[in-house]
């Protein structure tokens, strides 16, 4: 093996290493990615050719790299902005890797820096573990990762950007050290100084994250709160002025002007329909919210069934109860929607000291419960959505139990809360075309 193509080998494997972080961070693009990669390799080979006597670590070596990192870069997907990114965590991963090898060898086996990489076979094993070690954390960060806002974005660029120059000034000016331990110290430092502070943005990334959720989703839940409350309040001021609208078609009548009653009548019963609860569990947000949930499965075809009991003394606040109910009944109408029947059923009732909340619904297909967890489904998808982890949440917190099942096409949710004291139970149930007592 020639001498030229053995200083050849380290850049192949530091090439090949570097795709595989376009193609994790920038996708697919309009080619396929076998074909991405052929084309990429292909480019490589002659811009290696081409170059003729390549002399490493130079500041025109780093320069003819990063440029044809850029350019393998639009093989992948991604704007022009990604990809400036993806060439900039290049250089710090791949320089930096690079550094500190290089000085362990130096250091270990007592040669200058310069003379590190002549290794014929040394250099091929450097390849095949710096592919190993990016796929690995390539693989690792896939399930760590947590996004940035900007303000944490702008953050890290500026780090990674400061930490790539100073990788390039060592890969330059750190071949001449005659001391290879001083430069080993000094690239291990660099290295764990990247890797601490991506772990630290990392942490505070996802600190930030939930919180931004939490408070997204208390909000939301606020909101409808607040809407369920407005509507609750208005079917008590339409039940306040019952006895004024009788009064009113009652002086029609006396005067004998039918049309007169007729017409006050049609003015005022859309009204009355659109406040008036369908339940009456002597818990107004409930009563609201169960009505709401009522119209919305009407107006999607569903027949939403209740078979409650008094809960005066249900034990949830109202946004938790808003988060649980909300969530469960939306999900369970969407999926209802789709199937044939579109049925749900609502039970809840009160048993040795205990609230027992059942919410059955029939879908299109089983869905898969995998045991110990939540569903792997999407409110885009089929069956249920992401907003069962806030219910779940909300009864771990309370003292909640809850199970999961699905089969012969009825999805089912069931979950128990403490009660407090004892309540006279008392059957509702509602239907789609009227409703008994």
Same mark, same amino acid.
Not at 11 to 28: D, K, S, Y
Not at 61 to 79: D, E, P, Q, Y
Not at 86 to 111: F, K, P, R
């Given at each position: ?18 795709? $595989? ?77 690079? @550094? ?27 390849? #095949? ?22 303000? $944490?974005?702008?953050?890290? @660029?500026?780090?990674?950007? #400061? ?34 502070? /991506? ?15 939490? $408070? ?5 839940? $606020? ?30 009548? @006396? ?24 339940? @009456? ?24 069934? /209740? ?16 988060? #649980? ?43 898969? #419960? ?40 009825? /999805? ?15 059957? /509702? ?9």
């Amino acid at each position: 093996m020639g001498e030229q193509w053995v200083v050849h080998l380290p850049c192949a494997g530091e090439f090949i290493a570097v795709l $595989q972080i376009e193609n994790a961070m920038l996708g697919r693009g309009r080619l396929p990615r076998w074909a991405s990669v052929a084309l990429a390799e292909g480019m490589w080979i002659l811009t290696q050719a081409l170059w003729g006597d390549y002399q490493p670590f130079s500041v025109w070596a780093i320069a003819f790299n990063g440029l044809r990192f850029l350019a393998a870069s639009f093989l992948f997907g991604g704007t022009i902005p990604h990809k400036i990114r993806t060439l900039v965590i290049c250089g710090v991963s791949i320089l930096g890797y690079e @550094n500190l090898v290089g000085a362990l060898i130096a250091t270990v086996w007592h040669i200058p820096l310069s003379e590190a990489w002549r290794i014929p076979y040394g250099a091929i094993l450097y390849g #095949v573990i710096t592919n190993a070690v990016v796929w690995l954390v390539i693989q690792l960060l896939k399930r760590s990762f947590v996004p940035m806002d900007f303000r $944490q974005r702008l953050a890290a @660029n500026a780090f990674l950007c #400061v930490a790539a120059a100073m990788n390039c000034v060592l890969a330059v000016y750190g071949q001449e050290l005659e001391y290879a331990p001083m430069m080993l110290l000094i690239c291990t430092g660099m290295t764990l100084s990247v890797a601490a502070y /991506f772990a630290l943005l990392n942490m505070f990334s996802a600190q930030t994250l939930q919180a931004s959720r939490i $408070q997204g989703q208390i909000k939301m839940e $606020q909101e409808r709160s607040d809407a369920l409350m407005e509507s609750y309040r208005t079917q008590r001021r339409l039940t306040h002025d019952f006895a004024n609208h009788m009064d009113a078609v009652g002086f029609y009548l @006396n005067r004998g002007d039918i049309q007169g009653a007729k017409a006050y009548l049609a003015g005022i019963s859309q009204k009355v329909a659109a406040g008036t609860a369908v339940v @009456n569990t002597n818990h107004p947000l409930l009563d609201a919210l169960l009505t709401r949930e009522y119209r919305k499965a009407a107006q999607k075809g569903a027949i939403l069934q /209740f078979d409650l009991c008094d809960l005066r003394q249900f034990p949830l606040s109202d946004t938790d109860l808003v988060t #649980v109910m909300c969530n469960l009944l939306d999900n369970a109408v969407e999926a209802a929607a789709a199937a044939d029947p579109p049925q749900i059923q609502l039970r809840i009732r009160r048993l040795e000291g205990e609230y027992i909340v059942s919410v059955r619904n029939r879908v299109a297909r089983d869905v898969e #419960v995998p045991k110990g967890s939540l569903p792997a489904t999407t409110k885009t998808g089929q069956g249920h959505g992401m907003g069962m982890a806030n219910v779940c949440s909300v009864l771990d917190r309370s003292g909640g139990e809850y199970t999961i099942s699905c089969r012969d096409r009825w /999805f089912c949710f069931t979950f128990t809360l403490p009660a407090g004291s004892p309540a006279e139970q008392v059957g /509702f149930v509602c239907e789609r075309e009227g409703e008994s007592v």
